[in-house]
C-alpha cells in the first residue's frame, strides 16, 4: 500500500475513533442526567456503574477480538463443523 494511501486509513480511522468517543461521551451525559431527573442519588450511581464499565472493558481487552492462529480451525469454523 502507497504511503499516502496509509496516511489516509490512518487519518479516516483516527476520525471515527473521534467522532465514537464523543457520541459516547454525549450519550453517557444524557443518561447520567435522565438518571439524576429521576432521583440524584440514582443518578451518581448510574454515573459510576457507567463509568466503572467503561474501565473494565479498556482494561480487559474486551473490545479486542482474539486472532486467528490455525488456519483449520477457522476453515471448520466456516463450513458450521
Known amino acids: 500500500m502507497p504511503k ?3 496516511r489516509i ?3 479516516v ?3 471515527i475513533v473521534v467522532v465514537f468517543a464523543i457520541f459516547l461521551f454525549n450519550q ?3 443518561i447520567v442526567q435522565s438518571a439524576r431527573a429521576v432521583n440524584v442519588v440514582f443518578g451518581n450511581g448510574v454515573m459510576w ?3 466503572f464499565t467503561y474501565c473494565i ?3 480487559t481487552g474486551a473490545l479486542v477480538p482474539v486472532a486467528e492462529t490455525d488456519a ?3 476453515n471448520d469454523r466456516g463450513r458450521g463443523l
Open 72 to 74: 483449520a480451525a477457522s
Open 13 to 15: 480511522a483516527a476520525f
Open 28 to 30: 453517557t451525559t444524557q
Open 57 to 59: 472493558l479498556l482494561t
Open 49 to 51: 456503574g457507567l463509568i
Open 9 to 11: 486509513v490512518l487519518v
Open 4 to 6: 499516502t494511501a496509509k
